[in-house]
């Protein structure tokens, strides 16, 4: 081994050992005494011995060494030669000459040539020192090559990679941004001028945030703000708007990586993906979902949505207030069905429009379905604002619609809820809303109605009357009462009305005001008026058995308008009194005005068949309704009933008095006999006959009263008499 020095230490384990040494010398002598000088050191060797040029060629080819040993003066050739050959061979070694003799400019030359380093043979002592030297010297060279080496191939694959990242980029589809972290671009992708249309050059140095939207400056600042505590650190930026170069906007979503500590980088990597596409392809699917296909307004999902909103703002701040506008077109339903869906459809999108108009701005106007329209009114100071948009709204409405060519006139019947606290859901709202509009088509259509409370109330009464009226009949809880119809003049009684109650077991007595508008709209009513007709014909029959010439002379039973629209209605009536064994001529059928609404041919044939029969007619309520005097001799009746609110108004203004007059005198000239109702004082009666009617009813004779009771009353009439 070599001297251990730190040099020689780290070196040691570029070389080989044992090393092994081809020395080039023809002198078997001289070969001893170097390999002699080599051995008394501790240097682990072997050797082979070339004593020719072809001999030293061969070993060369054949084996690798460590160094070569050369003479100067060979058979045939010389040292230069011999190192010429160990070149030519690409064995990179020492090649030490060990020489006799050497002039100077033989060693010069030999120096130049590249020997490593040479030895006089009378100084062979210094052998193993030089071997020493340069054996380390070559290491070293070999160490410093593969250094070397190992350089050239790292700073290869790196221009690689950095050839390919630059591609990679280059090519991105994404636009790769590298901004400071005050905002500054350093470094734009190439594909910002695809997407963006900047040339990327002209940006560096620019704002980012100058290009971004207004509305997400401040998200997209304040991540930047967080970002910049956190070195290496990624966070999504969200979705934002970038302005192009034509001044349009692309909407972006990117993420952020915080690479200021990373010198090659500096500020912060934004990896941004143009979605605009997407984008608009959600805005179209939310679009979509919000609004109503055929009118383009708001649908019913978006007025809930927005509904809840205001409801949760006033829940927080009571003195905002609010308003629902549910409106109902009156009569679509006849266009839909008579003009044909497609025009019903048109009339709705102009329908649209028109209402429209009224809108105010930030409220919202939505279809909430068929032929319903809400409006949402914001910032309501008293109900009165709601109010005038309902006027509004009737006022758009009193020009025609032309459609196919023909003008057609349409209302809306409009009902009002005002925000309350006691409101917590949009169903809550709505359902007052909805209840206060079938008040206003109640009213007779084309008009509004603010919501109150008791509509409520008897909205939920409503609810559980409807499934308890459906067992009603069968369960036998109907009760038929009977008041009385009294001659004026001599106070007997002369007829008796048959009015139907309702006995729910364990419940006191419902009046008929209270589900009779409920069993009309569900036509429970149909049965219910059969069953009082038939119980009351009944009863009457039954009394002129108990009373003979003592019973009433008529029985009165209301018809709702309902039944009307069945064409075998007389047939039914006929059927039903001839069960009950009662002469025709002992029924009066009272109806009210509203049936002259209907189809009036049909109405006409009805009445005058049934009167044909001998039925008679009473034309009850009247005044109420729509009071065209000419229903009273166009139609087939035979008396006229004034209703109580006449009655209960006599005397106090002459306005009044004078219509009870003159339909008194009316009734004089058609024939027609006169029942007032409602009588309730001695003064009315006294009115009553002074302006010629002969027949009434009402609490100062008496209530309705059941069967027994009114059969007791009979009984007195008749001691009376
Ligand atoms: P209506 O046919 O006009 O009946 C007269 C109503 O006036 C009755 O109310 C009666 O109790 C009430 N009345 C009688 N005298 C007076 C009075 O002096 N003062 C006041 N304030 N009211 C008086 P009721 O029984 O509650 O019936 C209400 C309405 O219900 C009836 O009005 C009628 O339209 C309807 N109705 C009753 N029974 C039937 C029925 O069997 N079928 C149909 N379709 N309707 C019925
Ligand atoms: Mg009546
Ligand atoms: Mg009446």
Redesign the pocket.
Known sequence: MFPKDSKSTSLNSEINFPINLLLVEDVPEDVELIVLSLANTDLQFTYDVAETAIIYQEKLQENTYDAVLADYRLPGFNGLQALEILQQSGQKIPFILVTGSLGEEAAVECIKAGITDYLLKDRLFRLPNILQRSLEEFALRRQQQKALLEQQKAEKALRESEKRFRSLIENAIDIILIVSSDGQFIYLSPSVKRILGYDPDSLKGQGFFDLIHPQDQQSIKAIFKRMKQKVNTSKPLGEFQIRTQNNTWVMLEAIAKNLENDSAVAGFVINCHDITERHQTAQQLRYDAYHDTLTDLANRWALLEQLQQAIDHNQRRRKDHFALLFLDLDRFKVINDSLGHLTGDKLLQDMAKRLQQCHREGDLLARFGGDEFVFLLRDIREPEEAVVVAQRIHKVLKAPFILNNREIFISASIGIAISADYYDSPEQMLRDADAAMYRAKEKGKACHEIFTPTMHLSALKELHLESDLRQAIQRQELV??Y?PIVCLKTQKIVGA?????WHPPGKSLI???DF?PL??ETGF?IE??RW??QYACQQLYQWQQDFKEFAPQFV?????P??FSDPYLKDKIVDIVATTGLGREYLKL?I?ETVFLKNSHDVLDILSQLQQLNIQICL??FGTGYSSLSYLHQFPLNSL?I??SF??HLGETNKKDAIVRIVGRLAQELELELIA????ENYQIEALKNLGYQWG????FS??IDQQAFSLLLEKNKINV
Not at 497 to 501: H, I, K, M, N
Request: cysteine-free.
């Open positions: 038929v009462y008041q009305e048959a009015l139907v109650r009046p008929p005001n009779i069993a009309e009513i219910i008026d009082v007709l009165s039973v209301n018809l709702s309902k039944q009272e009210t009850d309520d009933k209703d109580r009655v209960r109702e409602g009588i309730e009813q009402g609490y100062h209530p309705p």
